[in-house]
T-cell receptor, first 110, second 111 residues
Framework: DGGITQSPKYLFRKEGQNVTLSCEQN?????MYWYRQDPGQGLRLIYY???????QKGDIAEGYSVSREKKESFPLTVTSAQKNPTAFYLC?????????FGPGTRLTVL | GNSVTQMEGPVTLSEEAFLTINCTYT??????LFWYVQYPGEGLQLLLK?????DKGSNKGFEATYRKETTSFHLEKGSVQVSDSAVYFC??????????FGKGTSLLVTP
């Protein structure tokens, strides 16, 4: 079955640590996205990539980094520079206007 | 800039009641419009979409019509079920960029 997988489902981080969230898709989509979801805030765009080896900052990129070495994979690193990283992170991919979402990773900073 | 405004929740309805969730948008071009649904602890699923003015998207008893004159895309369902309890997001996209989401409306349907 085609789809988007994110791992882990739950992630706990100590302050000052970097963590990497995985996002993999087998839909053969060119474009991939990372969103952050906070209660009552909707979804906000962190980074997006429209093609391998290229990516752009979204609205809230500070404290995050990404890579796009393969079409299928778009990992997100939450660095220690991100002041308030506790949130639900959603990855998406698309080949047209409709975006397909993964199940999300809930990150909690201890 | 582009933005989406949807009614604040939570919305609480009894089973079989009529549902309307209002959504209006601001866009510099001609966006495609979407409703996504999120069940607790899960990612978003596309519920319905409309790509041009006067299009009606429909799925699972939900409907929304793209109204260019009022810049609206209100979500409706004639008879809600307990299983419809979720958070609903209105969103727009202009070509070559990411989705702009509303803040979401939580719906609780009681038996």
């Amino acid at each position: 079955d085609g789809g988007i997988t994110q791992s882990p489902k739950y992630l706990f981080r100590k302050e000052g640590q970097n963590v990497t969230l995985s996002c993999e898709q087998n839909l053969n989509h060119d474009a991939m996205y990372w969103y952050r979801q906070d209660p009552g805030q909707g979804l906000r765009l962190i980074y997006y990539s429209q093609i391998v080896n290229d990516f752009q900052k979204g609205d809230i990129a500070e404290g995050y980094s990404v890579s796009r070495e393969k079409k299928e994979s778009f990992p997100l690193t939450v660095t220690s520079a991100q002041k308030n990283p506790t949130a639900f992170y959603l990855c998406a991919s698309t080949s047209g206007p409709e975006q397909f979402f993964g199940p999300g990773t809930r990150l909690t900073v201890l | 800039g582009n933005s989406v405004t949807q009614m604040e929740g939570p919305v609480t309805l009894s089973e079989e009641a009529f549902l309307t969730i209002n959504c209006t948008y601001t866009a510099t071009g001609y966006p495609s419009l979407f409703w996504y649904v999120q069940y607790p602890g899960e990612g978003l699923q596309l519920l319905l979409k409309a790509t041009k003015a006067d299009d009606k998207g429909s799925n699972k008893g939900f409907e929304a019509t793209y109204r260019k004159e009022t810049t609206s895309f209100h979500l409706e369902k004639g008879s809600v079920q307990v299983s419809d309890s979720a958070v609903y997001f209105c969103a727009l996209i202009l070509s070559g960029y990411a989705l702009n989401f509303g803040k979401g409306t939580s719906l609780l349907v009681t038996p």
